[in-house]
């Protein structure tokens, strides 16, 4: 990450924090991922309306990442690629995680310390401390980069 300038990542933040508060002024509800794939996939979350609005959230989001990929597709380029049963894994353990903490690290980080929510503002802390105990574990305990 030795191109990581401030100004990309800060008019990303700006971005995210403004659909964020955009998405609760004109819906009334929080822009976290999982709770919108929830209404989307199950039948009886939040009524036809609020189902067709998460829809159409994550539509967009899936198209954004595709244009933002044809347009700038350096920012996704890897050396690194998990074989199919390490993504599905890791898949399992953040729905799990997901579940578990009633929501994901974009409902609490983004949306719910926004409004100070108590519950958002322990889950956070404790997505960013085990994430650094991981980045710990990893580099220092076994040998990785």
């Known amino acids: 990450m030795h191109d990581l300038t401030a100004l990309p990542a800060l008019l990303g933040g700006v971005l995210i924090g403004t659909s964020a508060a955009l998405f609760l002024w004109s819906h009334g509800r929080v822009a ?10 199950a039948p009886r979350a939040g009524g036809a309306e ?3 609005t998460a829809a159409w959230f994550v539509i967009g989001l899936a198209l954004a ?6 347009v700038w ?8 690629t998990p074989g199919l049963g390490l993504a599905l894994v890791a898949g399992l353990v953040v729905g799990l995680g ?3 903490g009633n929501g994901c690290t ?8 926004g409004r100070l929510a108590p519950r958002s503002l322990v889950a956070t802390g404790t997505f960013v401390l085990t994430g ?5 574990v990893v580099r ?5 980069r």
């Open 73 to 80: 597709p350096a920012a996704f380029a890897s050396r690194w």
């Open 32 to 41: 976290g991922i999982s709770g919108l794939w929830t209404m989307v996939l």
């Open 140 to 144: 220092h305990l076994l040998g990785g």
């Open 50 to 52: 609020a189902r067709t």
């Open 65 to 70: 990442g595709l244009a933002a990929r044809l």
């Open 132 to 136: 650094m105990l991981t980045v710990f």
């Open 106 to 113: 974009s409902g609490h980080g983004v949306c719910g310390v």
């Open 98 to 100: 997901t579940r578990v």
